[in-house]
């Protein structure tokens, strides 16, 4: 009975923790935006991720001093910093090239979609009607936010679909991947070794296209660097390991779909930019959708742990 208990109560620090990485990360469009006038994407990705690593030596320093490392892990952490960060963001940041932001959010809200098809194919685990309605409705949202329109789907082009799709399939990856090793280690230990190779994997990135000192010292583009390093990587990848091993990869991912929110939320608030009926009508869909895509996906999980199916 302690044991349910306190199960019940780590799913419910995840879910709440994981709804403040959705606003830090809603706020990392901001930061970007101005971190990459002076900075080249995969360039970027490798210093927020050594300043991460700041953080979490520093945190793992006044937790513990221990290290505990499998070497037979390694290709797994690696698939994990190759797909969850590099293949992510060349893809997402490739396809702004070819598609508008509002087409690329609303095709990046079918991660949770390509999450409950990968659970069904690796290990049979079905998703009952409700769960399927709730990411179609969550979708749905997330075009009602950005204020989606459908005559961008069609003049879209072909290497743009299939670059923001790359995203999607590479950020499940990230998950199931990341899932495999959260029973072997310590959030913070696994969060520290994925930064580290993530940061060693785009070093090369970065020597080949160094900003300008002037230019990545500015107070706008330094600002945005450090934001992304020290919350958005360092603290913000420590909770979302943390709630991936609580809660699993499809729950976690009905998370994405809040992004457009927070992210208009922040562009309303810090851009000026106009949020309508509309919009906040569609947020509040988003977020009733996520609400019973989980609800129901904790359930059929219960179940099945119970040997009930």
């Known amino acids: 009975m302690d044991t349910v208990k306190n199960v019940v109560k780590t799913k419910k620090f995840a879910y709440l923790t994981m709804i403040i990485v959705v606003v830090a990360w809603g706020y990392e469009y901001v930061a970007a935006k101005a971190a990459l006038t002076a900075i080249a994407p995969l360039a970027l990705v490798c210093v927020k991720y050594s300043l991460g690593i700041i953080v979490l030596l520093t945190v793992k320093s006044i937790v513990d001093r221990r290290f505990f490392f499998g070497r037979r892990d390694i290709p797994l952490l690696l698939v994990c910093a190759v797909f969850g960060d590099i293949i992510y963001f060349a893809c997402e940041y490739g396809a702004m090239s070819y598609l508008p932001v509002s087409v690329i959010s609303i095709v990046l809200a079918f991660v949770p979609a390509v999450s409950v098809l990968l659970e069904y194919i690796l ?45 999607v399939f590479a950020w499940n990856i990230y998950n199931f991947s990341t899932v495999k090793l959260t ?20 070093l090369p990135f970065l020597l080949h296209s160094l900003p300008p000192a002037e230019l990545f010292f500015s107070e706008e583009v330094f600002a945005g660097v450090l934001y992304l390093g020290l919350f958005s990587e360092g603290c913000g990848f420590l909770i979302y390991v943390n709630a991936l091993r609580a809660i699993g990869p499809t729950p ?35 977020v009733a959708a996520g609400v019973m895509v989980i609800w129901e996906k904790d359930k059929l999980d219960t179940i099945r742990e119970s040997g009930g199916g």
Request: proline residues 3%.
């Open 183 to 202: 029973g072997s280690y310590h959030p913070l230990d696994l969060t520290l070794y994925q930064s580290v190779c993530a940061a060693l994997l785009s």
């Open 252 to 286: 976690i991912s009905l998370y994405s779909n809040m992004l457009p929110v927070s992210t208009t939320f922040f562009g309303w608030l810090l851009l000026g930019e106009h949020i309508g009926p509309i919009q906040i009508a569609g947020g509040a869909v988003v």
């Open 123 to 167: 290990w049979k685990r079905r998703a009952n009607m409700r769960i399927g309605l709730g990411i179609a409705v969550g979708i749905v949202g997330v075009a009602l936010v950005i204020g989606g329109d459908f005559s961008a789907f069609l003049s879209g082009s072909a290497a743009g679909y299939l670059l923001v799709f790359g995203a």
